[in-house]
């Protein structure tokens, strides 16, 4: 997350291609089999029927009705494009927040003072910072998970990373490399995930925390964590602090998020290289393989972090983020630390003394989130991810247990049971159309000893170095996949792919981490923002879209089609290729989530296209794959695209403070309450020279109060459903 196209400041890498593998990116694949001239000639029938002709468009775990018709309707009407410093939702709606950070999640601790003088080891009982993906859990009187509750309950809200203009500090964060540990403790324990408990009043719908709860907990980068499938124990996974490489401390870069149908909560670690550094000279004391592993993940040799945390001192909770070798072995220094980084976490938010898990079942890399498919009885669970880097791919996990909601309320018990044992897959998109998972499990499809490029020993070291078995089986390089999200009604699933300003022209040959664009990526343009910076490629992102062969989940095959281009109303209509207006165009898409009723939420973390407008969140009606038509994208690239937006189907339902990042969306069961969550308001600005007072400039226009990441709740001022 945090994503200015391309160019986002420090501390955050931004996605940063380190994929050099020979495989074939899509373009290749495409080119193969589709030319501009080819579709032109063909037309919509020949190609839509050689895309999608041959597989049966059944859904993951939904309906398999074929009729893209739907009885929701957007009722709202849109808001307008806007950078004023305050949450602007439709009229009948009203604004609240939940909490920002530093607020204290017990009466003891005194409430924020908007100076940065609260102390480190109270961030273990205050609201973090970079708030972004979240999820709600109804509570029942009992203290149990009730998932029809929406009155009383606990929300998760992960908290990505310490953002600028880092008012948690009093002067903000002090200039150099060199930190001091006071700052360094305060950013640590401000990192991680904040649960707390929630109720609604006597009258209305709007939500406040309970302070001094029992279920109130932070999870931290110094919180201790326990590894879960088959990497728990190997040899990459020893570290100082666990020597037997069953435990670790930490979780960082939580940017989305996801859920388990036990009613358990998904941390997804993604742009956790930030917070680790390796010395330089680092590779005369590794192996050929060992340089091989570090290097496709970003953490060559001489790499500083940009948060210096190595550098506060010689004690081990400072010690543990560099990733060099210091001693006899690994469990003398903290080598392998990086490799205790990059996983999906699940936490019990109704057991508060329990120990987070790190589930290595499912791959190591930039976990975007883990969203899961519908839950079927008798069937696996299947959770998707996305590999939010350029260049990287989408993959899949498979449980070996079928699901049984006996297990709801199993807590880690029941996450054991479902994601330490099961198959974990890469995708392959085809040129027809159509794609395949590609099952990563050693010994099979070239992942073994004898893998020319990576010689991989076992299982555990297929599952941490997940991006070189996609790269040995020929997976299909995607630009950053982002947030996904499963239709509850059809099963088909989405995800955001956000911008990628490294698109050349087709006609252009690439150096480095550029690309030609491609049938599932295939714009390439000029914008001017502001009427006079340029921003080539893709600079606004789109929406990319499968749906799952045989109404299985645990599919092989599926077919896919782009459901949503983003692009300014004005632009050509060789960019504007899904026909928005000024109710509904927006650019990065990003957050993305399905309510109950199967209406589509889509959030934006932009920088192309806020000249105009803050980053904002719209609210969609979608179709199904194969709704749409040929198209050729700018730049001259075919393409298969989704059925036209209209005011009906898609519309602006909420514009952000200024600088902001829209992240995180939940809803209480009743879906008469949303959470919504800003990021980073006024990142551009400085203490001395602020350019957002938000939160406190939602209520008071005049205030100069400084701008934290807070939860915004949302309800409508009839008691309604939110939407309707």
């Known amino acids: 997350m945090n994503r200015k196209p391309d160019t986002a400041p420090a501390p955050m890498n931004d996605g940063e291609s380190t994929n050099q593998s020979h495989n074939a990116h899509i373009d290749d694949i495409i080119a193969a089999r589709m030319s501009r001239r080819g579709v032109l ?28 018709e739907s009885a929701l309707s957007l009722g709202f009407d849109a808001v307008a494009k806007n950078k004023n410093d305050l949450v602007t939702v439709p009229a009948g709606y009203e604004v609240g927040i939940l909490h920002a950070l530093g607020d204290p999640l017990t009466a003891a601790d005194a409430d924020w003072a908007n100076n940065g003088s609260e102390t480190a080891d109270s961030y273990n009982r205050r609201i973090g910072d970079g708030h972004d993906g979240m999820h709600y859990f109804g509570l029942s009187d009992s203290g149990t998970y009730q998932s029809s509750r929406s009155d009383r309950g606990l929300l998760c809200v992960n908290h990505e990373y310490v953002v600028g203009p880092f008012v948690l500090h009093p002067n903000g964060r002090t200039a150099g490399t060199n930190r001091t540990p006071s ?5 640590i324990n401000a990192h991680g995930v904040s649960i707390c408990e929630i109720k609604r009043g006597s009258s209305g719908n709007g939500m406040s925390m309970v302070k001094g709860s029992t279920y109130n907990r932070r999870v931290t980068s110094a919180t201790p964590m326990n590894f879960g499938g088959a990497a728990r124990g190997a040899a990459l996974l020893k570290t100082k602090y666990s020597a037997d490489g069953t435990a670790t401390r930490g979780t960082n870069n939580n940017c989305a998020n996801g859920y388990t149908p036990w009613g358990t909560y998904l941390t997804c670690e993604e742009n956790f290289t930030n917070v680790i550094s390796r010395a330089a000279g680092d590779n005369a004391n590794r192996s050929a393989k060992e340089i091989t592993g570090l290097n496709r993940y970003g953490m060559t040799q001489g790499r500083k972090s940009p ?51 790190k589930h290595t079942a499912l791959g190591r890399f930039a976990h975007e989130g883990c969203w899961p498919c ?79 490029t990576y010689a991989f020993a076992d299982q555990a070291d297929v599952l941490i170095h997940a991006r070189l078995a996609g790269d040995a089986v020929g997976a299909t390089k995607m630009d950053r996949p982002e947030w996904g999200a499963v239709n509850p009604i059809n099963g088909e699933v989405y995800m955001t792919l956000t911008n990628n300003s490294n698109r050349v022209a087709p006609t252009a040959t690439p150096t480095g981490s550029q690309l030609k664009p491609d049938t599932a990526n295939p714009r390439y343009y000029e ?20 749906r799952e062969a045989g109404n299985d989940p645990a599919a092989t095959t599926f077919a896919w089609d782009i459901y949503l281009f983003a692009a300014e109303a004005g632009a050509a209509s060789d960019v504007n290729l899904s026909g928005l207006t000024a109710i509904n165009d927006f650019s990065s898409p990003d957050g993305l989530w399905f309510d109950r009723n199967g209406m589509l939420w889509i959030q934006t973390d932009d920088g192309a296209y806020t000249d105009v407008t803050n980053c904002m969140m719209l609210a969609a009606i979608p179709g199904q794959v194969g709704d749409g038509t040929a198209a050729v994208a700018a730049g001259g690239t075919a393409t298969i695209k989704g059925a036209n937006a209209t005011s009906a189907t898609l519309r602006r339902f909420l514009v952000g403070p200024r600088e902001c990042e829209i992240t995180g969306v939940a809803m209480t069961p009743d879906h008469k309450t949303m959470f919504i969550n800003v990021q980073h308001p006024g990142e551009d600005g400085s203490l001395t020279t602020p350019t957002s007072a938000w939160p406190a400039s939602q209520t008071d226009s005049t205030s100069t109060r400084r701008p934290r990441s807070a939860t915004v709740v949302i309800t409508r001022t009839n008691g309604g459903e939110i939407g309707l």
Request: net charge negative; with cysteine; charged share 20%.
């Open 41 to 68: 000639k063909g037309g919509l029938a020949a190609t839509t029927s050689a895309l999608f002709g041959s597989l049966g468009l059944s859904a993951c775990g939904g309906s398999s009705s074929t009729s893209g």
């Open 307 to 357: 948060y210096y945390w190595e550098t506060a001192g010689s004690d081990d909770l400072y010690a543990r983020w560099s990733a060099s070798v210091t001693g006899a072995s690994a469990a003398d220094d903290y080598r392998n630390v990086f490799n205790t980084f990059g996983w999906v976490v699940e936490i019990d938010p109704f057991a508060p003394s329990s120990t987070p898990v």
């Open 527 to 546: 914008d001017l923002k502001n009427g006079t910076t340029s921003q080539k490629g893709n600079p606004n992102g789109h929406i990319i879209r499968w």
């Open 183 to 187: 700052e360094v403790d305060k950013e």
């Open 374 to 452: 519908n839950a079927v009885a008798g069937k696996p669970v299947v959770f998707y991810m996305g590999d939010d880097s350029r260049n990287e791919y989408i993959y899949k996990f498979v449980s070996k247990a079928l699901w049984n909601t006996a297990d709801i309320g199993g807590g880690l018990a029941a996450g054991a049971k479902y994601m330490d044992e099961g198959t974990l897959y890469v995708a392959r998109f085809n040129a027809d159309g159509s794609g395949n998972w590609i099952e990563l499990t050693h010994g099979k499809n070239g992942l073994d000893a004898s893998n020319a």
